[in-house]
């Protein structure tokens, strides 16, 4: 089974709309890492966000925040206000607990803001 | 503090060669992760170095392999190069190990073999 999975290949968002991006994990593990990253068409890859398998919070940081539905397996992207600077993929990404630093990714998805 | 960076950013090889590849980590960050980018496959884990000792391995053969120097910097080399291997080479620094260690990417380096 896919440990991570992203439904939405791609998405259109009118700027300064909210868009919400999903991600679904699967793991045995209690311990996890759940991160969203950006990557824009010049291929560096950004971090957004972290949400900690035990944290109670949903996370935020500035425009982003996560929706964290543990019993659902799921930790969604959050991006309010949308600017055109937005545009790229975005990967949601897990780390277990035994797995050192490795990442598991999944297939991303294609934001697109519309002016 | 400067990041990651990587070295060469982009690099054409023939099938048959082999390719050496760098990153250097943000400064106090002792664990280097490599990743590999495709259209086909996504984002995949190479491997990570710690403390100049190779911690974790993903499923890639034998042709890929890194190291890691004792001022955190790090080498992957693939030898014998084949088509499939044209891909972006995204390498990550963290200063721990963990669940919620925090890992910053490099640009990448992206490699075409002909």
């Known amino acids: 089974a896919q440990k991570i999975t992203q439904t939405q290949p791609g998405m259109f968002v009118q700027e300064k709309e909210a868009v919400t991006l999903d991600c679904t994990y699967d793991t045995s593990d209690q311990s996890y890492g759940l991160f969203w990253y950006k990557q824009p068409s010049s291929g560096e890859m950004i971090f957004l966000i972290y949400q900690g398998s035990y944290d109670e919070q949903n996370a935020t940081e500035g425009r982003y925040s996560l929706n964290f539905q543990k019993a659902r397996k799921s930790a969604n992207l959050v991006i309010s206000a949308s600017q055109l600077g937005d545009s790229a993929m975005y990967f949601c990404?897990?780390?277990?607990?035994?797995?050192?630093?490795?990442?598991?990714f999944g297939g991303g998805t294609r934001l697109m803001v519309k002016p | 503090k400067a990041g990651v960076t990587q070295t060469p950013r982009y690099l054409i090889k023939t099938r048959g060669q082999q390719v050496t590849l760098s990153c250097s980590p943000i400064?106090?960050?002792?664990?280097v992760s490599w990743y590999q980018q495709t259209p086909g496959q996504g984002l995949q884990f190479l491997f990570e170095?710690?403390?100049?000792?190779?911690?974790n391995k993903g499923n890639f053969p034998g042709r890929f392999s890194g190291r890691q120097f004792s001022n955190s910097r790090s080498e992957m080399n693939v030898s014998t190069l084949e088509l499939g291997d044209s891909a972006l080479y995204l390498c990550a620094s963290s200063s721990r190990t963990g669940t919620m260690s925090e890992q910053f990417f490099g640009p990448g380096t992206r490699l075409t073999v002909l």
């Open positions: 990404a897990m780390r277990e607990q035994n797995a050192g630093n490795m990442l598991t």
């Open positions: 170095y710690f403390s100049e000792t190779q911690r």
């Open positions: 400064s106090g960050h002792r664990s």
